[in-house]
């Protein structure tokens, strides 16, 4: 009996053991394209640290109900997303403030850095900014994560065709930093 | 084409969404219109320069979410999750091979308490035969047994 006791408990910490393994798989795998979505989402490291803490942890609690492997990046910026948009929700008024002021900065900051090496990211990130979430959302996630559009589509709840023509036009927005790029050059 | 679709297809190509066969009607159209040349350098400029600005993850939040797990308990280790399918089989087995037992136990205790009855049963009737036989020998003494039944004496006549 003590036995078959040891054998189970064995059992199940070669269980454990694997489980802590394909988790620092998956975690190594998205971290960085989870953090920086989320980053670009609410616009504050901190709070975007808290949301990938806690939906990496939500992911080993719940690792035995996500059946498809394939599945758990998608379930994890689904996650994150929401935590995200409920993160809004408690404190939009802070949020928008949060993003005036930085609007004013990026604005101030435009004539300052001129000649910054990395002055043509900083003002695609600041473009990037100033769109919606709405707007930019599906853009990030292509370029952070590179999920498909049908992906993006499931993640975000809309067709796929809505998040190619979202993608697109975001695209066309940013073409606009050349033109503030260009004129800061001459 | 028009230039707009040409840079519809740009936007799918930097995607990974274009497929294979348009490509090269793509990259053609590109090296003979200046415009989504243009176009095409621009948006994959844009493309590079969002990727290489993309925030690391600080060693704080790695140690901190694997500090979170290490105080949790895994999963697989509570009795409902993970718990291998022969586990549960041998449960059953064994839950069967009790109630077999006990089962037996109960027939074999039933079966002595019949074979007790039996033996009581053959005792009388043997007591009762023997009674019938006294009774046979001596057919006149029925003051001796007043209560028995008179036993039926078939005697046989010869014509």
Request: aromatic fraction near 8%; hydrophobic fraction near 35%; glycine fraction near 2%.
């Amino acid at each position: 009996m003590l036995n078959y006791l040891s054998i189970e408990k064995e059992k199940e910490l070669t269980m454990q053991n694997n489980r802590i393994i394909e988790f620092t798989l998956i975690y190594n795998r998205h971290k960085k394209p989870l953090l920086n979505y989320v980053y670009n989402l609410v616009r504050s490291k901190m709070p975007a640290e808290d949301i990938v803490h806690n939906s990496f942890i939500k992911l080993y609690d719940n690792f035995e109900t996500i059946k498809n492997p394939e599945s758990i990046g998608a379930w994890l910026y689904t996650t994150c997303r929401n935590e995200a948009y409920s993160l809004f929700k408690k404190n939009k008024q802070i949020t928008e403030q949060d993003i005036e002021k930085y609007e004013d900065t990026a604005l101030g900051n435009n004539l300052m850095n001129d000649f910054e090496a990395d002055e043509l990211g900083r003002l695609i990130e600041e473009e990037l900014r100033k769109m919606s979430p709405e707007q930019s959302e599906a853009y990030i996630l292509k370029v952070t994560s590179g999920f498909k559009y049908s992906e993006i589509g499931k993640i975000m709840g809309i067709e796929e065709n809505l998040v190619r023509s979202r993608i697109f036009n975001v695209r066309q927005k940013l073409k606009i930093v050349f033109k503030y790029f260009e004129g800061n050059l001459k | 084409m028009s230039c707009s679709k040409i840079e519809t297809m740009i936007s799918s190509y930097l995607d990974n969404e274009l497929p294979k066969e348009e490509e090269a009607f793509l990259f053609t159209h590109i090296s003979s219109c200046p415009e989504c040349r243009e176009e095409f350098k621009k948006q994959n400029l844009i493309n590079h320069k969002i990727q290489s600005r993309q925030i690391e993850v600080p060693p704080e939040l790695d140690s901190r979410i694997f500090d979170t797990l290490k105080g949790r308990k895994s999963p697989a280790v509570l009795p409902s999750a993970g718990r291998p399918v022969l586990s549960y089989l041998n449960y059953f087995l064994s839950a069967v091979i009790v109630m077999l037992i006990i089962f037996s136990i109960v027939q074999l205790t039933q079966n002595a308490n019949y074979q007790t009855q039996l033996r009581n049963v053959e005792t009388q009737i043997e007591k009762q035969n023997k009674l019938i036989n006294s009774l046979i020998l001596n057919p006149n003494d029925e003051e001796k047994a007043p209560n028995l039944i008179k036993p039926i004496i078939i005697k046989s006549t010869r014509l």
